[in-house]
């Protein structure tokens, strides 16, 4: 049994969109990966307009069985979070009207998943997602990287399939080494302290 999963990078000027299938022992294949651009001299609502059409276009060719999409975080540029705000509610729309079930992931949370390290650079990220994936280099521009990196990291997370824990018996022997300290930070998140 697999999972699919499209990942969305949210972004006004360039949204990135990737799709997964992650199989039972965690490995990852490519399915699609693009990125929707709409033209900064346009008016709003026709930017809107291209990116949900595009998010639709791609959900309905690609079927997910899930969607996983960047949480929007505070920064200083208040017109950049707007945008990313107004995309990341595009794609929410699609999923509700699909059935289609919907996770947030922080950029820190996908950043440990992929590669272990939740600083981790758009490089390191790129990277470990080509290798991941079995692709000779990242994706361009990072938008579309960041966009298969949510994939992963939602799949890993729910961890790999029907709910059944893949950190223990055969399939963890096989785990990579970023995905056994995504493990061993889920592990550490579950474990009671002393005194709580």
């Not at 949900?52 to 079927?63: C, K, N, S």
């Not at 949510?150 to 709910?163: K, P, Q, S």
Request: proline share 5%.
């Amino acid at each position: 049994m697999s999972l699919r999963v499209l990942g969305i990078d949210p972004g006004l000027t360039r949204c990135g969109v990737g799709v997964v299938e992650v199989d039972s022992t965690r490995r990852a294949t490519l399915v699609a990966v693009d990125v929707i651009r709409s033209a900064a001299d346009s008016p709003l609502e026709q930017r809107l307009l291209t990116i949900g059409r595009g998010i639709e276009a791609l959900v309905d060719e690609h079927r997910p069985d899930a969607m996983a999409i960047e949480r929007v975080f505070a920064q200083n540029n208040l017109r950049t979070v707007m945008g990313t705000a107004q995309v990341s509610g595009l794609a929410l729309r699609a999923a509700a009207e699909r059935s289609i079930p919907v996770a947030l992931h922080t950029p820190s949370e996908v950043k440990a998943a992929v590669t272990g390290y939740g600083s981790a650079d758009k490089a390191q990220v790129g990277a470990m997602v080509a290798r991941l994936l079995g692709l000779r280099e990242a994706p361009k521009p990072a938008d579309a990287a960041d966009a298969l990196a949510l994939a992963i990291c939602h799949a890993w997370r729910r961890d790999g399939l029907g709910g059944a824990s893949s950190t223990a018996g055969p399939a963890a022997a096989g785990l990579t080494p970023a995905q056994r300290a995504w493990r061993d930070a889920e592990k550490s998140l579950r474990t009671p302290r002393l005194g709580a």
